[in-house]
């Protein structure tokens, strides 16, 4: 008899654990916090303004009935609807034959006459123009399908498309077409914008201020590398082949920078060799939005170009000046970083500043990335402009007459050191201003003028205030305060915001934790890690409110703790912090995550680390991995999605810059491999599962299949979810959310989840 005691007492726990099943309804629950749902519990919040010449602006508002379109004038501090939605929504019904809720339009952007009695929007698969006042609309012609992605000039008259490799101009008015190039050929064409990951038919182009001339290149991917997939599908399967150069190739993207003269069809060609396709922000050539190209400036008559070329590892940058009509190029200063040159934080932030002959200029000096001021005639520095512990991250208007430079900025006020705050200064360095004081992440648009600007601030767990202000800072109207009472009357609770030690045990790192709504402080909760390794972001991502970020609240739901932390190596911090592990990418800052976790969970007796989870997505999904065989005795379960897992198989430009050139060794050894996964998939012990798009063109399937090869020679269990026919962003459907969900409650929670549920389906009403 005793001795069957001691075998129940031996097998009870387990026996009990594996018992526990998840219903439906727990998964509903969780669902009812993904961001479908919650977002429309939030009304009022964050004004993104579109601004019209004069400085009115219109934007979308969230209402409890639905979306309205408001126009705000801020010379006169009014606000009103833009037009007369009731009576727009009724004249719209009435030729589409179908019924129309006034507070839930079918489009979502609008365009405005220059005298705003007219509206027109895409809908129905159709454009429309109305009278502002409702009392009619009727079908327009539909834009041809070059102009879907064109590039209109400043002057509204022309807009440049790319047709057959080649640049063409279309009159807007006439509907005439112009080529402009005739060279073009296949992988030889103007304006491409299809180097690796990305792939656009929108051109890259910058039209001078009078309209007049372009600024573009001519992309040579002759005899550059391809990238192969095959689709999924009955029959013989289509193949995709594109140019896809890699780290180490000899021969990779490059372009040679034109300027073209519209009025004559004139190409001038600037005189310098074919320049690397790179930018001084990003792995693309071009990085801040459709139609537009930061690193390339021109002088306000046309007749100079400013342009920043970059090297093939991201280490020097020069600036140059050419002359539009001869081709001529001056080199004016170039830069250069031990480890990576950046000229900013998501935006260019060097001007050209013609009228003064003078260039602004970022760096970090050694650390801190602030604002100089240079001669343009010789290159040499005049003043710095900022200074101190903190940096500059966008530069969002310079004030040539005034000399005055407006800002944001990071880490200067007290508090999260992420906090966006919005200053301005002169260009002699006196003056620094902040124009938005408030503690909390502030979202800020200038008007055309820069006499005003939306500010739109917020923190992760207080909802968002958009004020309009004046460049002074002074209030002048308020717009949108937010409302979640709908949000919180579901029980939804917002993350809580943590700081641990990073790795040095004296660094500050940022993060939040979520735990369930019926958050027990007496239970032993899972914890699991949601990782974004950098160095292009971090796993927290903005620190501006939002109701949900991707599954973390979710996943919670479920019986969970869930935390993502910054952690080194991500960016809007000091150089040395940012480049933590420059030329080891393998390091993911998971020394950083794990103390962060043994940290929270001496803090917090609630956290179970002897079940630690961790899962991420792309640059995450590397990240999941490398964690569970950099320290398989540490995290127990992992999901990794899309997972740059060997960057030799990733675009070039991304991994030489983070990584470092490629460099061959005589022994065979590299460079990458202290990046390469595969190379310790060997350790696995705990439970993997591995996902991928099958038809991904950022990160190629083949980044996973070489780790599941290892896997497999080394005789280790894991689990593989290709999925057929998906690209890159696979990572929020349903099904691969719900499979995620199954995997952690199964295998770290210990209890068997609900089978088959359905993701996506309209919640159940909340009790």
């Known amino acids: ?435 938005a004081p408030e503690d909390a992440d502030h979202q800020i648009s200038v008007s055309p003028s820069g006499r005003f600007f939306v500010d739109a601030y917020s923190r992760p767990e207080v909802p968002p205030l958009s004020m309009l202000r004046d460049a002074q800072g002074k209030d002048v109207l308020t717009l949108e305060k937010a409302d979640i009472s709908r949000l919180v009357a579901t029980g939804w609770k917002p993350p809580m915001p943590v700081t641990v030690k990073a790795r040095d045990g004296k660094t500050d790192l940022y993060g939040l934790l979520f735990r369930p709504t019926n958050f027990d402080s007496t239970t032993k909760y899972p914890i699991i890690n949601r990782i974004y390794p950098g160095p292009q972001t971090g796993s927290v991502g903005s620190r501006s409110f939002a109701a949900a970020r991707g599954d973390a609240q979710s996943i919670a739901e479920l019986g969970f703790v869930v935390v993502s932390i910054d952690a080194m190596g991500t960016p809007m911090r000091s150089r040395s912090f940012h480049a933590a592990y420059y030329g080891n990418m393998g390091d993911n800052g998971l020394p950083d995550q794990v103390t962060g976790m043994k940290q929270l969970g001496t803090r917090y007796s609630w956290i179970d680390l002897d079940r630690a989870g961790i899962y991420g997505h792309s640059g995450g999904g590397y990240a999941t991995a490398a964690a569970m065989f950099q320290y398989p005795d540490f995290f127990k379960v992992g999901v990794s999605q899309a997972g740059n897992h060997d960057n030799r198989e990733y675009e070039d430009d991304w991994a030489e810059k983070w990584q470092g050139l490629l460099v061959r060794n005589p022994d065979g050894t590299t460079n990458y491999d202290n990046q390469a996964n595969q190379l310790q998939a060997k350790n696995l012990k705990g439970k993997l599962l591995i996902a991928h798009g099958t038809m991904d063109s950022n990160v190629p399937p083949y980044n996973t299949r070489l780790v599941v090869d290892e896997l497999i020679k080394a005789n280790k269990d894991f689990d593989l979810l290709m999925l057929p026919n998906r690209t890159h962003g696979f990572g929020n459907e349903p099904y691969m959310v719900r499979r995620r969900w199954d995997y952690f409650v199964r295998n770290l929670l210990g209890a068997e989840p609900p089978r088959d549920y359905k993701m996506g389906a309209p919640p159940a009403p909340i009790p």
């Open 1 to 435: 008899m005793r001795r069957l005691v001691l075998i129940l007492v031996s097998l009870g726990p387990s026996t009990l654990l594996a018992q526990r099943t998840l219903s439906p309804a727990d998964y509903a629950r969780a669902e009812r916090l993904m961001t479908y749902n919650t977002t429309q519990l939030v009304s009022g919040g964050a004004v993104s303004p579109t601004w019209l010449p004069d400085d009115r602006f219109w934007y979308r508002n969230a209402t409890r009935e639905g979306f309205e379109f408001m126009l705000v004038d801020p010379v006169r501090k009014t606000r009103q609807r833009v037009f007369d939605q009731a009576r727009l929504a009724a004249a719209l019904a009435r030729v589409v034959d179908t019924t129309v809720d006034p507070m839930r339009l079918p489009f979502a952007r609008i365009e405005l006459s220059p005298d705003l009695a007219f509206v027109t929007f895409e809908a129905r698969r159709r454009r429309w123009i109305c009278d502002v006042s409702g009392a009619s609309c009727e079908a327009v012609p539909a834009l041809p399908p070059a102009l879907r992605n064109s590039v209109t000039s400043p002057d509204g008259r022309r807009a440049v498309f790319i047709r057959a490799y080649n640049l063409w101009v279309r009159d807007l008015a006439t509907g005439q077409e112009t080529e402009l190039t005739t060279d073009g050929v296949k992988d030889y064409g103007y304006a491409t914008d299809n180097a690796g990951w990305t792939m656009s038919d929108r051109p890259i182009v910058l039209w001078s201020p009078d309209s007049r001339k372009i600024a573009t290149y001519q992309q040579d991917q002759r005899n550059v590398g391809e990238m192969y997939l095959v689709e999924s599908k009955l029959g013989h399967p289509a193949l995709k082949a594109w140019k896809y150069p890699l780290p180490g190739d000899s021969i990779i993207t490059m372009i040679e920078r034109v300027i073209i003269e519209v009025e004559g069809r004139r190409v001038v060609r600037l005189a310098m060799p074919p320049d690397q396709h790179r930018s001084t922000t990003c792995d693309d050539v071009a990085c801040e939005g459709a139609g537009e190209w930061g690193d390339v400036q021109w002088s306000p008559d046309g007749s100079r170009l400013a342009f920043v070329s970059t090297s093939r590892d991201h280490k020097r940058a020069w600036l140059r000046l050419a002359d539009a009509a001869t081709g001529a190029v001056r080199e004016v200063m170039q830069d250069s970083s031990a480890t990576f040159f950046e000229s900013g934080f998501d935006r260019v932030n060097w001007k050209y500043l013609p009228a003064s002959n003078e260039v602004l200029w970022y760096w970090h000096r050694p650390e801190w990335g602030h604002l100089y001021l240079y001669d343009l005639a010789t290159g040499r520095l005049k003043n710095q402009i900022t200074g101190g512990e903190w940096s500059v991250l966008q530069v969002l208007r310079v004030d040539e007459k005034e000399r005055v430079i407006y800002f944001l900025g990071a880490g200067r006020e007290p508090g999260d050191p992420y906090f966006r705050h919005f200053y301005r200064v002169k260009f002699d360095g006196t003056g620094l201003k902040p124009l």
